[in-house]
């Protein structure tokens, strides 16, 4: 049997989004998600405080989406946070030595700052394990669809995610996989892996840069 797993969500502790860890439990439960993956803008503190007070019938996979000198990239089954700034392919190789998984988001948005420059798109490729081939925020598809492209060109598994920074995102992307217990089956596992899609649309937009200006307001003071 096929567990719903949402790979791509944000909580308060990446300062622009509004889930709070309780808000990720009660959605998790409502839409019959067994494994998110926390994957907050340089930090791990909200993916391992989930870890720790989330049911058991929750796996949370502690992640991190990291800014590199060339872009994000993310990294999944994390037991330590890492520090961002650094060259991409130092990054990759701090994943790796924690023993996680290395993934490219939406690597073809290019109404994000944040998504890794052209010219390094494919070395962190040829060095990756996943990439997001559908980002419910991507405005435009095509921008998922030359991640596709991307992906099978390099032989990199694909996966989905919501992105989500508001508790009604979270579940809009899901990968329906067999259960695993470890960064290893769960690799395994998503070869086989079917995919639920939905676009999130521009009105999260707005919302999340109303977000943005207010978390800068209150870090101003």
């Given at each position: 049997?096929?567990?719903?797993?949402?790979?791509?969500?944000?909580?308060?502790?990446?300062?622009?989004?509004?889930?709070?860890?309780t808000?990720?439990?009660?959605?998790?439960?409502?839409?019959?998600?067994?494994?998110?993956?926390?994957?907050?803008?340089?930090?791990?503190?909200?993916?391992?405080?989930?870890?720790?007070?989330?049911?058991?019938?929750?796996?949370?996979?502690?992640?991190?989406?990291?800014?590199?000198?060339?872009?994000?990239?993310?990294?999944?089954?994390?037991?330590?946070?890492?520090?961002?700034?650094?060259?991409?392919?130092?990054?990759?190789?701090?994943?790796?030595?924690?023993?996680?998984?290395?993934?490219?988001?939406?690597?073809?948005?290019?109404?994000?700052?944040?998504?890794?420059?052209?010219?390094?798109?494919?070395?962190?490729?040829?060095?990756?394990?996943?990439?997001?081939?559908?980002?419910?925020?991507?405005?435009?598809?095509?921008?998922?669809?030359?991640?596709?492209?991307?992906?099978?060109?390099?032989?990199?598994?694909?996966?989905?995610?919501?992105?989500?920074?508001?508790?009604?995102?979270?579940?809009?992307?899901?990968?329906?996989?067999?259960?695993?217990d470890?960064?290893?089956?769960?690799?395994?596992?998503?070869?086989?892996?079917?995919?639920?899609?939905?676009?999130?649309g521009?009105?999260?937009?707005?919302?999340?840069?109303?977000?943005?200006?207010?978390?800068?307001s209150?870090?101003?003071?």
């Open positions: 049997m096929k567990i719903k797993c949402e790979m791509h969500c944000h909580t308060i502790y990446s300062g622009h989004s509004s889930i709070e860890l808000d990720v439990i009660s959605k998790c439960k409502e839409k019959g998600i067994k494994v998110i993956a926390i994957t907050d803008h340089n930090t791990i503190e909200g993916a391992i405080l989930l870890k720790a007070k989330a049911p058991k019938s929750l796996f949370v996979i502690v992640g991190e989406e990291i800014r590199t000198a060339q872009g994000e990239i993310t990294g999944l089954f994390l037991s330590k946070k890492i520090e961002p700034g650094q060259d991409i392919l130092d990054t990759i190789k701090e994943i790796r030595a924690q023993g996680g998984l290395v993934l490219i988001p939406h690597p073809y948005d290019s109404l994000r700052h944040e998504t890794i420059r052209r010219e390094q798109i494919v070395k962190a490729a040829d060095r990756a394990d996943f990439i997001e081939v559908f980002n419910s925020r991507c405005l435009f598809n095509r921008f998922n669809k030359k991640a596709f492209a991307l992906g099978k060109k390099h032989k990199i598994l694909p996966i989905v995610g919501s992105d989500a920074h508001l508790p009604s995102e979270i579940g809009r992307s899901i990968n329906l996989i067999e259960a695993f470890s960064a290893d089956t769960f690799l395994k596992n998503m070869k086989k892996a079917v995919f639920e899609t939905k676009a999130s521009i009105l999260v937009h707005l919302q999340t840069a109303i977000l943005k200006r207010l978390h800068r209150k870090n101003a003071y």
